[in-house]
């Protein structure tokens, strides 16, 4: 089946998590970390670094950050707790054993970071994040830039033959690639994920191949929003409801 096939609407909260037999996949911003006006805001956290220590620890390693992030980035919020990353929307993955692999580049990045400088240049509230396998321009300030942020980078991806990936108040480009969902696939065959039921929070439209993933692979996804059309099975509302919810995993 398809995630269109798949896609549902849902209210209900998930019961409270079981750890034992669990792999848990985690996206970052909107999930672990509240949407913030410029992603730099985002910083170190003691409670959530802690939480993930423990929950690292638990598992017995089975725990994964999955995000849109850069890898460097994830690491500096995330204090280096958590080994095993998927980064760039799983463009970068590094394992259990820490071993790092990566895309290479797209060519066409030249041309579109090029041109979507260019247009952030006109407007003070708009942002280019350059995460080198993929470019973000972020108009969270600049709400009425929206469509023509969005046109732009439709019209790019047309030329350059880059991916792109709409996000909550984003636009990205990116280097064609794996998803969240391969990234999830993909620590699933290997130890100590292998043959553990997988759970995977998040909140944007980039999550939504993880939440497919994880369903496929007779696990489930846990929504973390507003009530919208998703693959995941469960919806809770906001970050910290979340971080509640793992801070009580029995």
């Known amino acids: 089946m398809s995630i269109e096939e798949l896609s549902i609407g849902l209210e209900k909260p998930p019961t409270r998590l079981a750890l034992e037999g669990a792999a848990l996949f985690l996206d970052l911003d909107g999930t672990l970390a509240p949407i913030a006006e410029r992603p730099e805001d985002v ?3 003691p409670r959530r670094t802690n939480l993930l220590e423990a929950l690292d620890k638990r598992l017995s390693g089975r725990l994964a950050v999955v995000s849109g992030r850069s890898l460097s980035e994830i690491d500096h919020i995330l204090e280096s707790r958590v080994t ?13 054993q820490g071993v790092i692999g990566e895309a290479a580049p797209h060519p066409g990045l030249t041309a579109a970071r090029a041109a979507l400088r260019d247009f952030a240049d006109s407007d003070s509230r708009l942002l280019v994040e350059d995460k080198a396998l993929s470019l973000t321009l972020h108009y969270r300030q600049a709400p009425d830039r929206a469509p023509e942020a969005i046109d ?20 990205e480009l990116r280097t064609p690639g794996a998803s969240k969902g391969d990234s999830i696939r993909a620590f ?43 693959t995941a099975i469960y919806r809770m509302d906001s970050v910290e409801t979340a971080l509640s919810w793992l801070e009580a995993a029995r």
């Open 43 to 45: 910083q170190p956290d």
């Open 84 to 96: 095993c990353v998927a980064a760039i929307h799983g463009l970068v993955r590094r394992d259990a």
């Open 152 to 171: 732009l980078a439709e019209r790019l991806a047309t030329v350059t033959g880059l991916t792109l990936q709409p996000g909550d108040m984003v636009v």
């Open 188 to 230: 699933m065959t290997e130890a100590p994920f292998r043959g553990a039921r997988p759970i995977f929070l998040g909140d944007d439209l980039t999550d939504e191949h993880g939440f497919f993933a994880v369903r496929q692979l007779g696990g489930y996804g846990v929504l973390v929003g507003p009530q919208r059309k998703t």
